[in-house]
């Protein structure tokens, strides 16, 4: 099981300033992901990695940039908070499930934010 | 119309009563089904995958997946308060692309 970590858990910011997520892998997986979760929105992704420097959009990646400079940690930056960005942000890696090749999602213990 | 669509509940049974939880999906390269269950203020978990038509089956839990419906299900037996969580389908044309449905909230009252 892949070690999963986000910092920080909790933070409250406010308007207008920049903000950056941090999650952090132990097991050197090639795909990781950020999802904002929202209630009757469910999980939607925001930015995605494949490797160290490639990263791609989601379907909600306005008002958001990522890097990954080591296979390890995946940032996401909020630009410039807005309210509507107050959110529950989660991290996930895609880890193989077993011995029949699928992969599967792991994710971290969620990231809430609240844009003041 | 969304890629992924799974009704909200929230959904109320009492302890030992069968759970059925639905998904529906427009794409028809979807050959990947899984389902996640999140328990309050917790990170979604991993709780069953398939990519076939059919069904599988896992302890009390069973997936079950018919293509030419477009239609995925998870059922619950004998469920349990612990059983007690919003429950998310996860469905893409690869492990590694899955869209989400919004989650369904599933209480069990003891």
């Known amino acids: 099981d892949a070690g999963i970590t986000q910092s920080p858990r909790h933070k409250v910011t406010e308007t207008g300033t920049p903000v950056t997520l941090r999650c952090h892998q132990t097991?050197?997986?090639?795909?990781m992901y950020w999802y904002r979760q929202d209630p009757g929105h469910g999980l939607r992704l925001i930015h995605y990695s494949y490797g160290v420097k490639d990263t791609d959009k989601g379907e909600v990646s306005d008002g958001y940039s990522v890097s990954r400079s080591k296979t390890e940690d995946f940032l996401l930056t909020l630009e410039s908070a807005t309210s509507s960005q107050t959110s529950v942000y989660f991290c996930?890696?895609?880890?193989?499930?077993?011995?029949?090749?699928?992969?599967?999602?792991?994710f971290g213990s969620g990231t809430r934010l609240t844009v003041v | 119309q969304k890629e992924v669509e799974q009704d909200p509940g929230p959904l109320s049974v009492p302890e030992g009563a069968i759970v059925s939880l639905n998904c529906t999906y427009s794409n028809s390269a979807f050959q990947y089904f899984m389902w996640y269950r999140q328990y309050s203020r917790k990170g979604p978990e991993l709780l069953m995958y398939t990519y076939s038509s059919g069904n599988k089956e896992d302890g009390r839990f069973t997936a079950q997946v018919d293509k030419s419906s477009k239609y995925i299900s998870l059922f619950i037996r004998d469920s349990q308060p612990s059983d007690s969580a919003t429950y998310l389908c996860a469905i893409g044309g690869s492990a590694r692309q899955l869209t989400f449905g919004s989650g369904t909230q599933l209480t069990v009252l003891p």
């Open positions: 996930a890696i895609s880890e193989p499930l077993g011995r029949d090749a699928n992969y599967g999602y792991t």
């Open positions: 097991e050197n997986h090639r795909y």
